[in-house]
């Protein structure tokens, strides 16, 4: 059974850094393509970073550029989102998503299938 599970989150500063992680189960990272998306109230889902199955890296949110990056530990099944320099407006629900796309990426929440139940970061003084 595919599972997902973000953790990380929580209350930060302007300026300061924090680092989601998105634990997988029940199927290899060699096997899927891992995104992260965000969702902030009456927002949509917006595809923040990808990682394909060969390892490959795709940014689709303009606005992180240069401030997020995504990573993964093969052995521990675990894919990162690192983030710095984070502003109010990076305030939402993070997502993280699965899907066995063959070796490419995807910035689109519908062509993702498994996803994780999210982790909210605040970013307020």
Do not use: H
């Amino acid at each position: 059974q595919l599972q997902l599970v973000e953790s990380g989150g929580g209350l930060v500063q302007p300026g300061g850094s924090l680092r989601l992680s998105c634990a997988v189960s029940g199927f290899a990272l060699d096997d899927y393509a891992i995104a992260w998306f965000r969702q902030a109230p009456e927002m949509e889902r917006e595809g923040l970073l990808c990682i394909s199955r060969s390892g490959g890296k795709t940014l689709y949110a303009g606005s992180v550029k240069g401030r997020f990056t995504i990573s993964r530990d093969k052995a521990k099944n675990t894919v990162y989102l690192q983030m710095n320099s984070l502003k109010p407006e990076d305030t939402a629900v993070y997502y993280c998503a699965a899907e066995p796309l063959d070796n490419y990426c995807s910035g689109y929440f519908p062509d993702f299938g498994s996803w994780g139940q999210g982790t909210q970061v605040t970013v307020s003084s």
